[in-house]
């Protein structure tokens, strides 16, 4: 039994532990994992899919990392799980496009081959990074109103329903409205 403070071990201790069955330390991983999983699924959600769909299967991804997860092989716990959960969403992609989608499908996402914290980055592939997002940016301010934007970024960031109504003002109705709407665009974007 661990007896530390969760929030201040190593991701590689939390691994240790969750492998051992501690239900906390895997709370506290997924909770630190968050933002790279949300960062995968906004950038993946294939038509037809609910984003939380592609939520869960990155979660279950990232238990599947920390179970087979061992520091003996040199990679850090983040390389490991980003490489794990990549790869459930290509099989999820695999399974859910049609021949009608395959050119979205082949199209590969560079933001997920290399994080800016990584410093064998070269200059290059940063810069592919950054043209990247900035497209799938400008492809989110097109097809979406400025309120389905702001709504569906700071949902896809963590933010819940509540934290969104109170930051933008709008009632909880209105969130829901918004991000309905913006999902809808966005699947009929998508089959286009």
Known sequence: MFFGDYSNATDEKLA?????NDQRA?????ERYRPLIMSKVIRHVPAGMESDDLMQECALALLDAVMCYSDEKGAALKTFAGVCIDNRIKSVL???????NRLMYECVDLTDEVRSDDLSANP???????????????????????????????FMSGMSYEEISSELKISGK???NALSRARKKLRRTQKT
């Open 94 to 100: 695999r399974q859910s496009l049609s021949e009608k």
């Open 26 to 30: 895997f709370s506290e991983i997924l």
């Open 16 to 20: 240790e532990l969750a492998g051992n």
């Open 124 to 154: 290059e592939t940063m810069l592919l990074l950054r043209e990247d997002v900035d497209e799938q940016t400008r492809f989110l301010e097109k097809n979406l109103s400025g309120r389905e934007y702001g709504v569906f970024v700071r």
């Open 174 to 176: 209105a969130v829901d």
